[in-house]
């Protein structure tokens, strides 16, 4: 049943973004349509995650009015804006399996098209007043928003930070993916609380349940990078990016390992046998297994708090499923 509900849901996301973007004809809107996927036949179109995990909260939680069609909308205009920036800041020529569209058209344009996502985002949240929502509950979800959005925009500067700094620490490294990642989780089910009209405690500890996932997907991606059989896989690592289990490994190691993930980290170009290298020290650490373990743990805390918040077992087993 919540399987074609939310298949269903996904696709009058799609046939809202491409009508509304058919309907302009200045190109930035074609641009925005390419990056949706909706741009030709045999484009990919993504998974709406964000979309979906709001209609699943909404869903278990048997709200009334199913007209949320602009809230979830707007959190897939944010996640699109976060993603154009996400492409041109780490130099990917790809988004998924299409090309980036900084790849496609420039740094430039593509900064004006996920500046102007994030504007629409506001615009069209908006349009709550006019499916029966109050006011009230309107002003909150446009104050999460902006909120979540400024969160993940200083967790990405903290990652910045990290990456061209000389030293890092796990605890700033848990900061930086709670914003980064975690926000626009939280961000989802902050609005459903919203449009649920969960009291404001019930919605930020559903907020904070979803920077907890956003740090466990955050620390498995790590992981997923490190022991992928993919060449083309970590990237994030050939750009000097602070992996969890590399910061673990850092922390816990002797001076002789230190000094070696030192080495590499301190050259000017990382190659696919410093890889290896650090694997090797990672594993002999026992760091990998010890991130896997907090995964486990920064799941079952977020999970515990959507139980308690909203009563429902269903949303706990979607997400569970769907972040996956």
């Not at 996640?79 to 800041?89: R, T």
């Not at 896997?292 to 308690?308: G, P, S, T």
Request: net charge negative.
């Amino acid at each position: 049943m919540i399987n074609d509900t939310l298949l269903n849901f996904e696709n009058e996301v799609n046939e809202s973004l491409k009508s509304f973007f058919d309907s302009k004809k200045l190109p930035l809107y074609d641009m925005m349509s390419y990056h949706f996927g909706l741009h030709e036949q045999n484009s990919v179109t993504k998974k709406r995650t964000y979309a979906q995990i709001l209609k699943s909260f909404c869903y278990s939680v048997e709200l009334k009015n199913e007209a949320i069609l602009p809230a979830a909308l707007t959190l897939e205009m944010i996640n699109a804006f976060l993603e154009i920036h996400d492409d041109i800041e780490s130099g990917n020529p790809k988004n998924g399996t299409n090309d980036a569209v900084w790849w496609v058209w420039g740094p430039a344009q593509a900064i004006n098209a996920g500046d102007a996502m994030h504007s629409l985002a506001r615009v069209i949240l908006l349009d709550l007043t006019s499916n029966n929502f109050s006011n009230q509950v309107t002003t909150e979800c446009v104050a999460w928003l902006d909120f979540a959005c400024l969160k993940s925009l200083e967790g990405r500067f903290s990652d910045l930070e990290m990456q061209e700094g000389l030293s890092s620490s796990i605890d700033e490294y848990m900061s930086m993916s709670k914003d980064k990642s975690g926000s626009i989780i939280g961000l989802s089910l902050a609005m459903g609380a919203c449009l649920s009209e969960l009291n404001s405690k019930e919605q930020q500890n559903l907020f904070e349940a979803g920077q907890s996932l956003g740090i466990a997907m955050n620390i498995q991606s790590d992981i997923n990078q490190l022991w992928s059989e993919d060449e083309t896989q970590p990237i994030d690592f050939l750009n000097k990016k602070k992996l969890f289990p590399v910061l673990a490994a850092i922390e816990k190691g002797e001076p002789k390992q230190k000094r070696l993930l030192g080495e590499v980290y301190f050259k000017r170009v990382l190659e696919k046998d410093d890889l290896e290298t650090v694997r090797t020290i990672i594993s002999d650490l026992g760091t990998k297994e010890e991130s896997e373990n907090l995964v486990k743990d920064l799941e079952k805390d977020a999970y515990n708090k959507i139980q308690k918040s909203t009563g429902s077992e269903s949303l706990n087993n979607f997400l569970q499923g769907f972040l996956k």
